[in-house]
């Protein structure tokens, strides 16, 4: 019984939060930014055109590894670090946070923090965002769907079941293949002239 209990305990916090605006324990415009996650998604969002001011705040009163929440007017993420974990393992990025981390932006970017419910809708929507975002950042396919992989086999009130999570993280992963390439290094020098005029956004992903 202890067993399950604790296999319980770990999916309930890998379940990261709904769409629908979050009440905080402690308001998120209290609370310390994290600034390499907070950088990371001003480089995701710098890909897409966006310029919104999205803050990544450490908030470890949180029941969930994350959420997204609008206060003010203002866009917010809220991580639980010990839950979600380092954003980068030496130079590579670890991409069970990212997964997490653009999931929550997945919501802000929707609209969906100003509904006062979540629903099944919204979360395939943000989980196909992620794939979207993360294929941007170089992922493959099983790095994308690193996080979801472990969420719960069966579907809640307010969140899907894993099987369609994986799908929807696919579907936005192969959306970005069909439509953009992967911002990795930069090419070999004879194709970065090619490579440079056939992609709409910055080539090279900065460190």
């Known amino acids: 019984m202890k067993k399950l209990f604790w296999i319980a305990l770990a999916f309930s916090l890998v ?10 324990a402690v308001s998120p415009q209290r ?8 950088a990371v998604v001003k480089r995701i969002l710098a890909m897409t055109g966006l310029q919104n001011d999205v803050r990544v705040v450490i908030d470890p009163s949180t029941k969930t590894c994350a959420y997204a929440t609008t206060v003010s007017g203002r866009q917010y993420i809220g991580v639980d670090l010990d839950c979600v974990g ?3 393992t030496g130079e590579r990025y670890n991409w069970r946070a990212l997964g997490i981390l653009t999931h929550e932006l997945g919501h802000l970017l929707g609209g ?9 809708q919204e979360e395939s929507e943000a989980d196909a965002w992620a794939g979207w975002a993360m294929y941007r950042l170089g ?6 769907q690193t996080v979801f992989a472990t969420f719960s ?9 894993r099987a369609v999570r994986l ?8 959306r970005a293949r069909a439509g953009t390439t992967p911002l990795r290094k930069s090419p070999p020098h ?3 002239w090619r490579e440079f005029l056939s992609r709409p956004v910055p080539w090279v992903l900065a460190d």
Not at 15 to 24: C, E, H, K, L, N
Not at 139 to 144: I, M, P, Q, V
Not at 167 to 174: D, H, K, N, P, Y
């Open 15 to 24: 379940q990261t939060s709904s769409g629908a605006s979050v009440s905080a």
């Open 31 to 38: 609370l310390p930014q994290e600034p390499e996650m907070s």
């Open 86 to 88: 380092p954003l980068r």
């Open 112 to 120: 969906h923090t100003t509904n006062s419910t979540s629903s099944h």
């Open 139 to 144: 992922a493959t396919l099983a790095e994308a």
């Open 153 to 161: 086999v069966s579907a809640s009130k307010t969140h899907p079941a």
């Open 167 to 174: 799908a929807s993280v696919a579907r936005g992963w192969e």
């Open 190 to 192: 004879k194709n970065r």
